[in-house]
Each structure stands twice: as structure tokens, then as C-alpha cells.
Antibody, heavy 119, light 113 residues
Framework: EVQLVESGGGLVQPGRSLRLSCAASGFTFDAYGMHWVRQAPGKGLEWVSGITSDSDYLDYADSVKGRFTISRDNAKNSLYLQMNSLRPEDTAFYYC????????????WGQGTLVTVSS | DIVMTQSPDSLAVSLGERATINCKSSQSLLYTSNNKNYLAWYQQKSGHPPKLLIYWASTRESGVPDRFRGSGSGTDFTLTINSLQAEDVAVYYCQQYYSTPDTFGQGTRVEIK
């Protein structure tokens, strides 16, 4: 079964850091670009960051550039998001998503992990 | 950034009737070298992650019922749900992947009348 499982969310104070993980299974992880997409509670979807299959190219939304770092470990079938200098507006469900071959549509999504930034 | 605007924000449709959702982009999503529109549609049911329905504006993802139809080109796109079923109650999002950053519409909530 193709699956993405996020972990690492929680309550964190403004200015602190958090690292999200996404464990992939059921597909050849190192063949696909991967992404993080977030959704504030009750709000719409916002693409956060993406990484190519070989980590050759990384990209970020302006809202997180310089604070968040995406990475992957293909040997461990895992995707990561290091989030530093967190702000209340970063509060959201964070989904990892698999890029569909030849497109930048997202064909597999995890269940999400909630990050709450509050004092 | 490309701005994606959906209309309406919500709609209520009777079971078995048609639901039509529009999505407009601030610039063309048609890549002329391959004649493809870089647009996708997602369905998100309450408490669940989004699910890919349509990509390349009109190609249904595997397993998606054929009552879901994507159409349009350039800057104007439509998702049509023919013969609405109870399980289609959800929020629907369009997404452009023509240029980075990928951007989504604000979502359209579909309910049963």
C-alpha cells in the first residue's frame, strides 16, 4: 500500500524550532519529487516547499524562505522539514505529498501533522 | 505568483444534479510547447487530506469516477460533477503548477441541497 506518514508536530513557542518527518512506503521513494503543503485550521492549502528526487533542487514559499529547510534521506525513504524561528502564522496541518511523475500535481498525501505555534 | 480564484465559494446541489466549479488564473497555464495546461483539481473531505482528482486540466486520476470532468484552457477552467452523489460533499481546490510557487484556489465547498 502506498503510504505517507508524517510525525513531529506539536505545540511550540514562537521563535523555537521543530522538525517534521514523513515516512514513505509502497513506492520507489527515490524516483519522485516530494513536497510539504500546509493548511491552517479551517483555511485553504498553501504549498510550503519541494525537493527533487535526488535533492538537486530545493524550493520554498516566500513565507518560509530562510526559516525552513527541506531535506530527504532516500536510504530511509524519508522526507523532512526543519522549521526554525517559528511564528504563530505557521500554525497549520502540515502534509507531505508525492509529486506525480511528469507533473507537479500531488498524487499521494499523508494524513498530516498539526503544528501549533503559541506561547 | 500566479493567483488562482475559484467561484463560487460554496454551492448547494440536489442529489443527482450537476455541480459546476470555476477556477481562473491570473496568467495562462498553457505551456505551448506541449499544449498542456498545468492545472490540477483536488477534493478534500472533512478531516481528511486532499485527494487528486484531475491533472493536466482534464485527465482523471486513476480510480476517480467519470462523473468528475475537468475542462478549460489558458486562464479559465471548470470542474463539473455530474449526477452529484452524497459522497461528493467536500471542498474542492484547483492548483496551478505552471510556475513556482505552486498556488491553490481558495476552495469551493459543495453541499447537498
Amino acid at each position: 500500500e502506498v503510504q505517507l506518514v508524517e510525525s513531529g508536530g506539536g505545540l511550540v513557542q514562537p521563535g523555537r524550532s521543530l522538525r517534521l518527518s514523513c515516512a514513505a512506503s509502497g513506492f520507489t521513494f527515490d524516483a519522485y519529487g516530494m513536497h510539504w503543503v500546509r493548511q491552517a485550521p479551517g483555511k485553504g492549502l498553501e504549498w510550503v516547499s519541494g525537493i527533487t528526487s535526488d535533492s538537486d533542487y530545493l524550493d520554498y514559499a516566500d513565507s518560509v524562505k530562510g526559516r525552513f529547510t527541506i531535506s530527504r534521506d532516500n536510504a530511509k525513504n524519508s522526507l523532512y522539514l526543519q522549521m526554525n524561528s517559528l511564528r504563530p502564522e505557521d500554525t497549520a496541518f502540515y502534509y507531505c505529498a508525492k509529486g506525480k511523475t511528469g507533473t507537479d500535481a500531488f498524487d499521494i498525501w499523508g494524513q498530516g501533522t498539526l503544528v501549533t505555534v503559541s506561547s | 505568483d500566479i493567483v488562482m480564484t475559484q467561484s463560487p465559494d460554496s454551492l448547494a446541489v440536489s442529489l443527482g444534479e450537476r455541480a459546476t466549479i470555476n477556477c481562473k488564473s491570473s496568467q495562462s497555464l498553457l505551456y505551448t510547447s506541449n499544449n498542456k495546461n498545468y492545472l490540477a483539481w483536488y477534493q478534500q473531505k472533512s478531516g481528511h487530506p486532499p485527494k487528486l482528482l484531475i491533472y493536466w486540466a482534464s485527465t482523471r486520476e486513476s480510480g476517480v469516477p467519470d462523473r468528475f470532468r475537468g475542462s478549460g484552457s489558458g486562464t479559465d477552467f471548470t470542474l463539473t460533477i455530474n449526477s452529484l452523489q452524497a459522497e461528493d460533499v467536500a471542498v474542492y481546490y484547483c492548483q496551478q503548477y505552471y510556475s513556482t510557487p505552486d498556488t491553490f484556489g481558495q476552495g469551493t465547498r459543495v453541499e447537498i441541497k
